[in-house]
């Protein structure tokens, strides 16, 4: 049912924003000289948001002995660790990632055929600023994820982030590897990874093969934090840990997608960049809080509409533009 419906109505809506929006972007792509002298945007701020795919909390930061995340749990201790921040739209992998990368819980098809309905943080970025598309990066081992990054779309090519479109990233290993490439060559400001072995796994039901693809993921994407934590680009950036979705509670733990607490509650760990280390932080948050949240932090000016920022940022403190 849900499905149905969201292939018939995420067309018509999308016809309804590029009619709305194409007029305005293309007076922004004319006035970027006069934008860019606008916003204060420090280009040494930098954001690495890393997503571990279905990691449901009960096995990461939820498991007060941490077992199954090692080198995340000994990584928290030197940022804030936020422990009920929650999915509050639909805990599937498109809508859950569109949510992180624009502040709102929209309605996008599962299967990877919908761009974003509204501008992610990497298009406000590139907006803002006048950054070229390689001040932005959007890597991902799900390929439906690069229709997010703009791939496969002829809209606004300036705006895409830097993907490998034509190139699938086999596996998380390889990720690690593009990513740490990449972003050395290009430094971009804001860069979006995402790990999918623990979503995978879950989904083949084998649970001894989740829990070893959640250590893996851990010990991935921490490793990828310490190559990119001794690059000077990012020596001072603001790393992000979070997820897209978790899983069902109980017997149905393969799958996920529902409200139930397992897929809702995700977590939350920020390193970096002037977060304070070795805090807990137990105030309710929700994700479309991040995406606000970190563009303050960068620098950007955000449209009403979008959720209070989540305190504990640094970018919380600062003045309203
Ligand atoms: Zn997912
Ligand atoms: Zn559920």
Request: hydrophobic fraction near 40%.
């Amino acid at each position: 049912m849900e499905k149905s419906k969201t292939k018939h109505v995420a067309p018509a809506i999308t016809a309804l924003a590029y009619t709305l929006l194409v007029p305005f972007l293309f007076a922004c792509s004319s006035q970027r000289a006069a934008i860019k002298q606008e916003v204060a945007v420090d280009p040494t701020h930098k954001v690495v948001v890393i997503v571990l795919d279905g990691a449901r909390y009960s096995e990461t930061f939820g498991d007060s002995t941490r077992q199954h995340i090692p080198y995340l749990s000994a990584l928290a201790s030197q940022g804030t660790l936020f422990t009920s921040f929650y999915n509050d739209g639909l805990t599937q992998t498109m809508a859950g990632h569109s949510t992180l990368l624009t502040g709102h819980y929209d309605v996008v098809d599962n299967g990877g055929y919908d761009s974003l309905q509204r501008p992610g943080i990497m298009q406000l970025y590139q907006r803002q600023t006048g950054a070229p598309a390689t001040a932005t990066v959007m890597l991902a081992t799900k390929g439906k994820l690069r229709s997010f990054a703009g791939c496969g779309s002829e809209v606004q090519v300036e705006e895409h982030a830097l993907a490998l479109c034509g190139e699938s990233i086999d596996h998380d290993v390889m990720l690690v590897q593009k990513t740490e490439s990449i972003l050395s060559t290009h430094a971009p400001s804001v860069s979006y990874i995402s790990f999918s072995q623990p979503d995978y796994a879950g989904h083949d039901g084998i649970w001894e093969g989740y829990i070893d693809a959640l250590k893996l993921s851990d010990s991935l994407a921490v490793a990828l934090y310490h190559r990119l934590r001794r690059q000077p680009a990012y020596q001072d950036a603001l790393f992000v840990f979070t997820n897209d979705h978790g899983r069902h509670l109980g017997e149905r733990w393969a799958d996920h997608g529902d409200d139930c607490a397992g897929c809702r509650h995700i977590m939350l760990l920020a390193i970096g960049g002037g977060m304070p280390a070795d805090v807990i932080v137990q105030e309710r948050f929700s994700m479309a809080q991040l995406m606000p949240t970190l563009s303050k932090y960068l620098g950007l000016s955000l449209a009403v509409g979008y959720q209070p920022l989540i305190t504990h940022f640094p970018s919380a403190t600062l003045p309203s533009q």
